[in-house]
């Protein structure tokens, strides 16, 4: 936990994910030894909801990690900084959430689907908290474009998925 804290506080603080970190190699580093820390312990505790909060903190760490890669790879020039790798944020996301709503429905695993829509909520809440208010136009069209896409994709997944497990 003290790691945990540590890197949320210094090595790779939440608004890294606006204007990237100092030293990305060190952030993911950081972030990354959480991650495996926690899949670790979640594999060694026999409590299957401590083991599960684990789990969750790990996907959270590697969703994080991917996230802190994007936004410095593809943060673009001095004027268009945060534009290109917000946009391309919320499509990780998006993807992701779907990704995991998708496996989970199809796999028959709980937890997936609410992560994955917990995910897709985080990526509708910034979509609408940052990205309507800090984007220009067309990076806002472009994300709320992505995001929407996604939901459809995912309301159609979900009834696929759904048609299959009544006729079974």
Do not use: N
Request: aromatic share 8%; charged share 15%.
């Amino acid at each position: 936990m003290l790691a945990g804290l540590h890197t949320l506080l210094d090595e790779a603080p939440p608004e890294a994910l606006v204007d990237g970190v100092g030293d990305l190699s060190m952030a993911l580093a950081a972030v990354l030894c959480v991650a495996v820390a926690a899949v670790i312990m979640g594999s060694l505790v026999s409590l299957p909801d401590l083991r599960l909060v684990l789990l969750a903190v790990a996907a959270v760490g590697f969703v994080y990690a991917a996230s802190l890669l994007i936004v410095d790879v593809i943060q673009g020039d001095a004027f268009e900084r945060s534009q290109t790798a917000q946009v391309a944020l919320s499509c990780f996301w998006g993807v992701v959430g779907l990704g995991a709503i998708v496996v989970g429905l199809v796999r028959d695993v709980r937890a997936l689907p609410f992560g994955g829509l917990a995910l897709l909520g985080l990526g509708v809440a910034k979509l609408f908290l940052y990205d309507l208010s800090e984007l220009d136009e067309l990076y806002r069209v472009l994300s709320f474009v992505a995001v929407g896409l996604l939901l459809l994709a995912g309301a159609y997944a979900y009834q696929r998925v759904r048609a299959v497990g009544r006729t079974s």
